[in-house]
């Protein structure tokens, strides 16, 4: 299979796209193969296991909220709802990526960027993204991010919104990559219980990319800074690595 997918094909078939993987365990490497493919509820219990591993995993607790288990039952995998695509090596799953379609409901994240009600429902969620460790390095949420937005476009939908942790590095410049912006950055209640988030955002139907003025880069963990600069119609648009960390560009 190749790596060019059709949406329109993309939507009918379980197999979304195969190919070949390093694993890195315990000193070893081997290079694996890997089958992408649509996830459904009878994929549950693995899904949620491999979360939990991952939560317990993480030495910096404040990058990842995964979701929980009514969550992915009734929004992402309930059909017409939401849709996850999952990564499998030798028929185990190895690494997630959910998908919600919020609709009408009041946790629409456009709604903090003033989307008209009319938008509010061509807007999709990414939710969350996992990969166990043995298999990081692969780019694999990148891997998934491709047909996440062809599926997503496929399906009728425009705008994609997502939070990240401003402290998740992997995940910002996998998303920040895909030429999403971060449009707003505060600390969010519900399940993300007051943790400072990046709301970042693609519009599916603008291409092409944009020139930037009055550039300026901000360590990732000043986040008074980013507030501030977001209020003056700054947008974020790349990131840098840094001594210790990474600083955030952002520009007009
Ligand atoms: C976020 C995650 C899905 C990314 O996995 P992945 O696709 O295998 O990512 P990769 O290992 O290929 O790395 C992507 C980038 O992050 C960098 N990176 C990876 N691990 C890193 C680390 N511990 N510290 C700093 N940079 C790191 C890579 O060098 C690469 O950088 P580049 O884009 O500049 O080339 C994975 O790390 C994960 O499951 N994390 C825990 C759960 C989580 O945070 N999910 C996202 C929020 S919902």
Redesign the pocket.
């Known amino acids: 299979m190749t790596e060019h997918i059709t949406p329109k094909i993309l939507l009918d078939q379980n197999i979304i796209k195969t190919g070949a993987l390093t694993a890195t365990a315990y000193g070893n490497r081997a290079e694996v193969q890997y089958e992408m493919r649509f996830l459904n509820s009878s994929h549950l219990k693995e899904m949620l296991a491999l979360q939990d591993f991952?939560?317990n995993?993480?030495s910096d607790k404040r990058?990842?909220?995964?979701d929980d288990k009514d969550f992915l039952l009734k929004q992402v995998l309930m059909p017409n709802r939401g849709r996850a695509i999952g990564v499998f090596v030798n028929h185990s799953l190895i690494?997630f990526r959910t998908i919600t379609f919020p609709g009408k409901n009041h946790h629409n994240l456009g709604r903090d960027l003033k989307l008209t009600p009319q938008n509010l429902m061509k807007v999709a969620h990414?939710?969350?993204?996992?990969?166990?460790?043995f298999?990081?390095?692969?780019?694999?949420?990148?891997?998934?991010l491709m047909p996440t937005l062809d599926i997503i476009k496929a399906s009728g939908y425009s705008y994609v919104l997502?939070t990240?942790?401003p402290f998740?590095?992997?995940?910002l410049?996998?998303i920040i990559?895909a030429n999403f912006l971060i449009r707003d950055l505060k600390s969010r209640g519900g399940v993300y219980n007051g943790k400072i988030r990046c709301l970042l955002f693609k519009d599916l139907n603008k291409s092409g990319l944009q020139e930037y003025q009055d550039i300026v880069s901000i360590p990732n963990s000043m986040t008074y800074k980013q507030e501030k600069l977001l209020k003056e119609g700054y947008v974020g648009f790349g990131?840098e690595?840094a001594a210790n960390a990474?600083n955030i560009l952002y520009g007009k």
Request: proline letters at 8%; zero cysteines; aromatic letters at 10%.
């Open positions: 991952i939560k995993d993480l990058v990842f909220v995964p690494a990414l939710e969350s993204t996992v990969v166990h460790p298999f990081r390095g692969n780019g694999l949420q990148a891997k998934m997502v990240i942790s998740n590095y992997p995940s410049s996998t990559k990131l690595k990474f």
